[in-house]
């Protein structure tokens, strides 16, 4: 780009070799303006399935973006025929600069609500309608075959519900790019930042006579907004020697009705196809609540037990930090440890290797909206996938959240919601919760952040030692040291790179 710094994460690949590699601002310095950078990425066994990628720069996500896919090493468990991409994006009616500057305005300017939703890139927005110009976005399938659909939240804001017209039943196989034991539902519900893979089954060219159709809509809603978008999809059957259906125009009354509530839908439900080693309650060394609240500062922030993350977003990233000045960087965990997990020093949460966390997000009542109002939240965490244990009302209770894992084996996720169960609670106060547990077991420089990216980031830290850290010699990365380093390419540079995975076979 011209006149934008960049980076690029890779969204559920985590990047625990190629530290400089998971494109966010606490691992490296953004790649500038007309200059580019080396991302190194080894992808083991067990991340074979649907991911993206993003810039992880202001608001550049909104477009930035696209599938990643990684292949089964070996057949996949599930039988399917064929593939298909569903990406859903936001379409927003304004440049990611004017949005920006919005959001970080005295006074606070918000986004607006969006304009439309992507599939594809391919949508109709909010009033284009009637414009020819505007089409929907199709979904081609044969009769009589089994289709694997990788469907993947990458929207800026949207929580979306969607489902198929005369498709009532298809079975999730995977979630975050973890493969689980078969599960029916009747509707996909998809936050920014998750994905699910289901397999869905055609219909035979006999039912499809019996049903005199060969389209049918997919139908997309907005959830947990203050208005609803609702989009359209067509689901064409191509049949052979036929000719090609022409695409109607979106339906003036909708076909299906989608559920509104959106807090129950495959919570303590979703299983792992293997087991994953589920670290047990008495396996858990340390129980760390964070506590999410909107506040007023002139604009308006989120913080996470009181710490902003903009009070750290002008500073030198975290990891090159650590290689510059070794243990003086790091956060102290003794001090941590007395301030609600974070280090009011250098503003990171910190972890030691061999931790087991049970972390709980705690969502409350907004200082600011409505005296009490409340949002969603996907959460996402770089690092390794954690095991999701839930959610509920009100705060959190670990008695009671213990009977419900009772002969239920958690999945491995890396992207789950913090749902609210009403729009307004009271100013200040828990409302809902969403719970993790998570081995500490690779050291590193992480993110754990809200999704939507008119919200929050926070700095993790694993390992209390610079050594731990440091697993490159500093020698060999010098050119990652500063902004605009040797490692960092352009017409007229070509970088210095250290090619991590060089000598290294496929990471299993």
């Known amino acids: 780009m011209a006149e934008q710094n960049l980076t690029m994460h890779w969204h559920g690949l985590s990047q625990r070799m ?45 477009t930035a973006n696209g599938a990643l896919i990684v292949e089964d090493v070996r057949s996949p468990p599930y039988h399917y025929d064929g593939e298909r991409i569903l990406q859903l994006t936001d379409y927003f009616n304004k440049t990611d600069s004017v949005i920006e500057q919005g959001l970080t305005s005295n006074p606070f300017v918000w986004s607006g609500e969006t304009n439309g939703v992507l599939i594809n890139g391919v949508g109709v927005g909010i009033g284009k309608q009637n414009d020819s110009s505007c089409k929907l976005p199709v979904v081609d399938v044969l009769p009589g075959k089994i289709y694997r659909f990788r469907i993947i939240g990458a929207t800026a804001l949207s929580h979306v519900s969607m489902a198929f017209k005369s498709h009532e039943n298809f079975t999730i196989i995977a979630a975050d790019a973890r493969y689980t034991q078969p599960h029916n539902v009747s509707h996909i519900q998809v936050g920014s930042g998750q994905r699910f893979d289901i397999l869905f089954k055609a219909k035979t060219i006999d039912e499809l006579k019996g049903l005199n159709r060969t389209q049918f809509w997919i139908q997309f809603e907005t959830r947990d907004r203050p208005s609803v978008y609702r989009g359209y999809a067509s689901l064409r ?4 020697g036929a000719k090609r259906a022409i695409t109607p125009p979106a339906p003036s009354t909708p076909p ?8 129950s839908w495959l919570e303590y439900a979703l299983q792992p196809l293997v ?19 909107q506040f007023q500062n002139g604009s308006i922030y989120w913080s996470q037990n009181g710490l902003n993350w903009t009070d750290t977003q002008t500073r030198t990233p975290m990891l090159i930090d650590i290689y510059k000045r070794g243990d003086a960087a790091m956060p102290n965990h003794t001090r941590a440890l007395q301030n609600n997990g974070w280090d009011p020093m250098t503003k990171f949460w910190s ?10 997000i705690q969502n409350t009542g907004s200082l600011v909206k409505n005296a009490g109002g409340l949002d969603i939240h996907p959460f996402h965490a770089h690092a390794r996938h954690f095991y999701d244990i839930g959610c509920g009302n009100g705060m959190y209770d670990v008695v009671a959240n213990e009977e419900k894992l009772k002969g239920y084996q958690p999945v491995l996720r890396d992207t789950t919601m913090l749902y609210r169960y009403a729009d307004v609670g009271e100013a200040g106060k828990d409302a809902s919760w969403r719970g993790w547990r998570v081995r500490v077991n690779q050291p590193g420089v992480y993110v754990i952040h809200c999704h939507i990216l008119q919200h929050m980031v926070m700095g993790w830290v694993f390992g209390t030692s610079a050594s731990e850290i440091q697993n490159i010699p500093y ?5 990652y040291l500063d902004f605009g380093g040797d490692a960092y390419g352009s017409a007229a540079l070509y970088p210095e790179v250290v090619e991590y995975f060089k000598n290294v076979g496929p990471e299993i």
């Open 18 to 62: 190629a530290i400089f590699s998971d494109g966010t601002p606490v691992s490296q310095w953004p790649i500038a303006p007309m200059h580019y950078f080396d991302y190194e990425i080894l992808p083991g066994e067990s991340d074979a399935g649907t991911s993206f990628y993003h810039s992880h720069v202001g608001f550049q996500a909104v």
């Open 237 to 240: 059957y191509k049949i052979p």
């Open 256 to 263: 299906l009705s989608l559920p509104n509530t959106t807090y």
């Open 275 to 293: 087991p994953n080693n589920f670290p047990t309650a008495a396996e858990v060394t340390r129980r760390i609540t964070m506590t999410v609240q």
């Open 351 to 360: 972890a030691e290797i061999g931790e087991v966390l049970e972390i709980i």
């Open 475 to 479: 020698n060999d990365i010098s050119g």
